[in-house]
């Protein structure tokens, strides 16, 4: 059992950047792979990004390669997302997501078995 917990969203202007933070805690951190995945209003909840236990694999949603990067300090039991060239189609509530896997990324959404509360991201334009 792993609880998560996301925080950095908020208020940014077009073009701009964020970071989003992933803390876990209750379990081993290091045991789960980890992803990210945004829901905005009256739309499915889509995958962003993913990242190996290990932080060695990453692997991205085609609408945001080049611009995000998923992240990982298991020592700080923290996952992260730096979102960069932000555009007002992004607005959403981002969720980080927890799923157990040897190894490689996580990339369907049915696999994870943890997910955080969520944090709302907003992009003016």
């Known amino acids: 059992q792993v609880q998560l917990v996301e925080s950095g969203g908020g208020l940014v202007q077009a073009g701009g950047s964020l970071r989003l933070s992933c803390a876990a805690s209750g379990s081993t951190f290091s045991s789960y792979a980890m992803g990210w995945f945004r829901q905005a209003p009256g739309k499915e909840r889509e995958f962003v990004a993913a990242?190996?236990?290990?932080?060695?694999?990453?692997y991205y949603a085609d609408s945001v390669k080049g611009r995000f990067t998923i992240s990982r300090d298991n020592a700080k039991k923290t996952v992260y997302l730096q979102m960069n060239s932000l555009k007002p189609d992004e607005t959403a509530v981002y969720y980080c997501?927890?799923?157990?896997?040897?190894?490689?990324?996580?990339?369907?959404?049915?696999?994870?078995?943890?997910w955080g509360q969520g944090t709302q991201v907003t992009v003016s334009s």
């Open positions: 990242v190996s236990r290990s932080g060695g694999s990453t």
């Open positions: 997501a927890a799923g157990l896997k040897t190894y490689n990324v996580i990339l369907d959404r049915d696999e994870y078995t943890n």
